[in-house]
């Protein structure tokens, strides 16, 4: 049985097939296919200077486009400008997803928001920018914050997309897990080096790929006020009905730390990861999102 996510799309499906095969773990390929989802990769496209970046289109770093009015977002100090998505950009890429046909998605980040505690709901932003939600669209380069930020700009680097399935983290303890399909290290080793090795750790939906642990648990907690930074509140039973909630979360985006393309390094060689209940992206609430970094 092949999962609804896959959408009779055989290349892909071929794809997954022979790297399975390849690193030897073809027994499990039926139940392997079962647990794909469906994710769209970011492949960064070196330039030389934002401006080789038309106004609107997706990009990482530089500096964002925005409408007239924008206030840049300030936790403290300005926040950084990670990325802008243009959904027209990502729509041949986004069959299955229920995704925006068109309109502007922004990222901003304080490098020192981890995500685990809800004071850090300041600490990074996610603007829907589209006609439909009363924008006026006429984007331009924005200059700056106008007052000083701790870090310079993230060197700028247009977007190309793909389609691709993505399959679980060996501990992720959603639906989907894996946990009990490996029964040796051997096995174990093979699965993490094919994900390491299938490639787009820039992502958008699909899996997540955890440096740590998987995160929806969190997201569930830190959005209801617990704080995450002590294991004692994960087993605390009053947060049990919070804890019920974790499946609904989705990845929005994932960044990995890519110093050749555009000089971001989340901790010491982390991943960003912004999060989304799945109610709020099928109504477009992307400022409800949740952001979580992640290290060694």
């Known amino acids: 049985m092949i999962s609804e996510a896959q959408n009779g799309d055989s290349n892909k499906i071929e794809e997954l097939k022979t790297a399975i095969a390849n690193y030897s ?14 994710a769209i990769g970011l492949v960064p496209a070196l330039v030389d200077d934002d401006k080789e970046i038309a106004i609107g289109a997706s990009k990482l770093g530089g500096r964002p486009d925005t409408p007239w ?48 505690d809800p004071r850090n709901k300041d600490g990074f932003r996610v603007y829907f920018f589209s006609e439909e939600k009363g924008t006026d669209l006429s984007l331009t380069r924005h200059a700056g914050p106008g007052i000083e930020e ?5 060197k700028p680097c247009g977007l190309n997309f793909c389609s691709f399935l993505s399959l679980p983290d060996p501990y992720y303890e959603g639906e989907h897990s894996v946990a009990e399909l490996f029964q040796t290290e051997k096995e174990r080793e093979s699965y993490l080096l094919m994900l390491n090795d299938l490639g ?9 790929e955890p440096v740590q642990n998987e995160m929806e648990s969190e997201c569930a907690l830190v959005t209801n006020g617990v ?70």
């Open 150 to 154: 701790p870090y310079p700009p993230y």
């Open 227 to 296: 704080y995450c930074g002590d294991v004692v509140n994960y087993e605390d039973p009053k947060n049990v009905e919070f804890l019920k909630t974790k499946d609904q979360w989705r990845l929005l985006l994932q960044i990995n730390s890519d110093e050749e393309n555009t000089d971001m390094m989340w901790g010491d060689a982390g991943c960003l990861y912004y999060w989304i209940r799945e109610d709020d992206l099928k109504q477009k609430r992307f400022d409800n999102s949740w952001i979580i970094m992640q290290c060694c």
């Open 69 to 116: 009015g924008f206030t840049w977002p300030v936790f403290g100090a300005p926040l950084a400008f990670v990325a802008q998505i243009n959904f027209a950009d990502v729509a041949p890429y986004s069959e299955g997803l229920d995704l925006p046909e068109s309109g502007l998605l922004s990222f901003f980040y304080d490098n020192d928001a981890w995500g685990f």
């Open 25 to 38: 773990l073809e027994n499990f390929t039926d139940e392997l296919l079962k647990r794909t989802r469906s």
């Open 200 to 208: 787009n750790h820039h992502r958008m939906f699909g899996y997540s």
